[in-house]
Structure formats: structure tokens, C-alpha cells
């Protein structure tokens, strides 16, 4: 990968490690913001559960609707917290790659803002 390139591997290191910090920092800010959604996810998704499943009885009315909303809950925590960031980055790269005058913050710019 770094062959023709023309990146040494030094230069290659250096850049990878600071990408790994960015993402760590990221991810601890992140989770630092995001303590209180993420409990009441997580308490929501406790609570649906022995419903949507019929844990402690049956209600054929309201069965659908709570696993509607257990599932509903769980798919949007993980796309939110894993799928979105995702999709910012390959867009944040892929306009870098077709529009070269793209103004790209430096992975310096990233780790200050952040």
C-alpha cells in the first residue's frame, strides 16, 4: 500500500497513530456526551424486552407494537452510534478524492476542534 505511494513508512506510522488518537478521542467524547442517552436506551430497551416477548404474559394487542418499538429502538442506537459517524467519514473522503481543492481539515484540526 505504501509502495507507490510515495509516503515513507516513518511518515505512514506517524499518520496512522494520529488517526488512532483522533478516533479514540472521538469515541471518549462521545461517550463522555452521550452517557445519558445511552442509559435511557439502554433502560428502554430492558423494559420492552420481557414484553415484547411475552415474558410475563401475553397481550395480543400490544405484543406487535412493543416489539415494534424494542427492535425500533435498538436498529436506531446502533446506526446512530456506529453507522452515522461512518457515513461522515466516507463522505468527508470521498469529496477529498474528487474535488482536490476540497478544504480538508489536517488530522491536527480534527484532534483541537474535537
Not at 16 to 26: Q, S, Y
Not at 94 to 106: C, D, I, T, V, W
Request: a negative charge; aromatic letters at 10%.
Amino acid at each position: 500500500m505504501l509502495k507507490g505511494s510515495g509516503v515513507s513508512r516513518d511518515e505512514a506510522e506517524v499518520h496512522a497513530k494520529a488517526m488512532i488518537v483522533a478516533f479514540l478521542h472521538n469515541v471518549n467524547g462521545a461517550c463522555g456526551y452521550g452517557d445519558n442517552i445511552n442509559l435511557m436506551r439502554c433502560l428502554a430497551c430492558a423494559g420492552l424486552f420481557p414484553a415484547a416477548y411475552e415474558l410475563g404474559g401475553s397481550n395480543e394487542l400490544l405484543s406487535p407494537m412493543i416489539m415494534a418499538m424494542f427492535w425500533g429502538v435498538l436498529i436506531a442506537s446502533v446506526a446512530t452510534l456506529f453507522l452515522l459517524p461512518c457515513f461522515y467519514a466516507m463522505e468527508r473522503d470521498l469529496m477529498a478524492k474528487l474535488n482536490p481543492g476540497f478544504a480538508r481539515q489536517s488530522l491536527g484540526e480534527v484532534i483541537m476542534y474535537n
